[in-house]
């Protein structure tokens, strides 16, 4: 059984990092040279050596058993790419929305979005170097999000973290599913 998950967020969060981190398989991914046409569109200054970006998608897959097998699909973080979102979160039971706590205002299309499409999200606090730390109190008003919508910190580098995150979107998607289902 095909379970998919969205990971998305802004510019440079780390979402193709947590896509290659944990799949089974060599990631696919949609990644092109940074040019000087996009310098005064996408702020590298947090993320210097950063070279490329996604300009589709991440494409990853676990096998969680012989009968469930995750499917992880990572947004492009340019609000020009958003055109590509209905497509990626079509059929998903839920996303993680990375978060760099240095720049929140980057995750708000994101958050955004799947509170409009109805789709349940969890926030992703990744562990950046010299990043400002925020309670999850002051993240949660940051974002303007409820405390119904959890908030986890982990590493987009680590494979364990990573799935430790992932189970905290798979928690909230069976949190959603038997709300729905008690309508």
């Given amino acids: 059984m095909p379970v998919k998950i969205v990971v998305a967020g802004g510019f440079g969060v780390g979402k193709t990092t947590t896509v290659g981190s944990i799949s089974d398989t060599i990631p696919l991914t949609t990644e092109a040279a940074m040019t000087t046409v996009a310098a005064g569109i996408d702020d ?3 993320a210097p050596d950063k070279r490329t970006t996604t300009v589709a998608m991440d494409f990853g897959s676990l096998a969680i058993d012989k009968g ?3 499917y992880l699909f990572g947004t492009p973080g340019q609000d020009r790419f958003g055109f590509m979102w209905g497509d990626l979160i079509r059929g998903a039971l839920g996303a993680l929305v990375i978060v760099d706590t240095r720049r929140t205002e980057d995750c708000f299309p994101a958050v955004d979005y799947f509170e409009t499409a109805g789709v349940p999200f969890a926030i992703g606090v990744n562990r950046f170097p010299a990043r400002e730390r925020l309670s999850h ?3 949660r008003w940051a974002l303007a999000v ?4 959890p908030v986890v910190e982990f590493d987009a580098r680590d494979k364990v973290s990573v799935r430790d995150a992932l189970l905290v979107v798979l928690d909230q998607a069976l949190v959603f ?3 729905t289902a008690a309508r």
């Fill in 177 to 179: 599913a038997q709300a």
């Fill in 137 to 139: 109190e002051e993240l």
């Fill in 146 to 149: 409820g405390q119904e919508v």
């Fill in 44 to 46: 590298g200054s947090l």
């Fill in 68 to 70: 469930i097998k995750l």
